[in-house]
């Protein structure tokens, strides 16, 4: 059985109460790379104008009784050795003496010295994956050809040495025309760099990502498929944003549910955010849905709004109301909105119900 402290249903006393569980800081918008599919890029910067204190965050972290999990991400929380001591290390201190499980998110392109010191602070170190090799790394990044194989072998070194320290790294790919049929050479490629965790996700099109190709639901699923076929068992795929479900009218689409639910070492994450997570904007003090797509922000701390007010006022929100349906039996809590909006444009799920019971095999 894997345990996924950040799969919203885990947390929740019943499968319809939702609590916040889960709380992302962002804690710098500076970044060394500028890629292609960055769900941030519009809000990157050479250098960011303020930063909250980081006994403000950590009050508005403490007015949140519920909180299992702290992720920092950014920008690039490890670009500077500043917001690395000052923000970043200070945060995960105070989660782990809370109990909390934690994930930073990083390209892995920072030297390895950046990131010894936060050894035994880290749960999951997370790292986005879409490439084949160095070239494509270079098409994705931006980067001049020499920076990019620097990189791109420092990215590689820090894998290999953090996972041999016994780090778990999570690498993230997106499903997109470009990766779709790469999956599972990226799988194994990961598993033997030492990686545990594939997180896979389609790509959606919002902020820098918007004018970018999405895959249809029938070439999301053929995806899917090729990657459980091709895929080193011995890495775990966490299927994220996954826009497939158990109460489908379209049989394939269940069957591909059912597959995936069946398959060892293979989980489907209820989408956290607004379910059991909120993002902090550690620049501003803003409270937000998610850190990309620019929602529209639940309140400030910095106004004195709590963290479980936020939540609650997501909980409210009208536009979320055709997609929050539960299904407990198939441990199912529907479509988050960039899913629904990308693929369901016009589906009522609250009249919908789980056609699949979860297998008893399921991972979670
Ligand atoms: S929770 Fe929603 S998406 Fe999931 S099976 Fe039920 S109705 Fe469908």
Not at 138 to 152: I, N, Q, T, Y
Not at 157 to 169: K, T, Y
Not at 231 to 248: M, N, Y
Request: proline share 9%.
């Amino acid at each position: 059985m894997i345990r996924d402290p950040w799969e919203p249903l885990a947390h929740r006393p019943s499968p319809h109460q939702a609590v916040l569980s889960s709380v992302e800081v962002s804690v710098t918008n500076m970044c060394n790379l500028r890629c292609a599919h960055c769900a941030v890029g519009d809000q990157l910067m050479g250098k960011d104008p303020f930063r909250l204190p980081v006994e403000t965050i950590i009050d508005a972290l403490d007015q949140a009784p519920d909180l299992k999990t702290l992720s920092l991400t950014g920008g690039e929380p490890m670009v500077s050795r500043e917001v690395v001591e000052q923000w970043v290390t200070p945060l995960l201190r105070y989660a782990k003496d809370r109990g909390l499980a934690t994930q930073v998110n990083s390209n892995l392109t920072l030297p390895l010295e950046r990131y010894l010191p936060l050894e035994g602070l880290i749960d999951v170190l997370h790292v986005s994956w879409n490439y084949r090799d160095q070239r494509d790394f270079e098409a994705v990044s931006g980067l001049r050809p020499a920076a990019a194989e620097k990189l791109f072998r420092r990215m590689l070194d820090n894998m290999e040495a953090l996972s041999a320290r016994g780090w778990f790294v999570s690498a993230e790919s997106m499903m997109t025309p470009e990766t779709a049929a790469y999956l599972g050479a990226f799988n194994r490629r990961l598993g033997a760099q030492g990686c545990r965790r594939h997180e896979v996700h389609p790509r959606y099109p919002v902020s820098w990502a918007a004018a970018l190709p999405v895959l249809s639901l029938e070439e999301t699923a053929a995806a899917v498929e090729r990657l459980l076929d091709e895929r080193d068992p011995d890495v775990w795929i966490l299927f994220g944003t996954f826009p497939f479900f158990p109460c489908s009218p379209e049989p394939s689409h269940r069957a591909l549910w059912r597959r995936v639910q069946m398959t060892p070492n293979t989980t489907i994450r209820n989408d956290p955010d607004g379910r059991s997570r909120l993002n902090v904007d550690g620049m501003t003090g803003r409270i937000r849905v998610t850190d990309f797509g620019n929602p529209a922000p639940l309140g400030s701390i910095l106004d004195g709004v709590t963290l479980p007010e936020a939540f609650a006022r997501y909980q409210e929100d009208l536009s979320y109301k055709p997609y929050r349906c539960v299904c407990p039996e198939a441990g199912c809590l529907g479509p988050n909105g960039i899913v629904a909006r990308t693929y369901f444009q016009d589906v009522d799920f609250t009249a919908r119900r789980a056609l699949e019971p979860l297998p008893a095999a399921a991972g979670l």
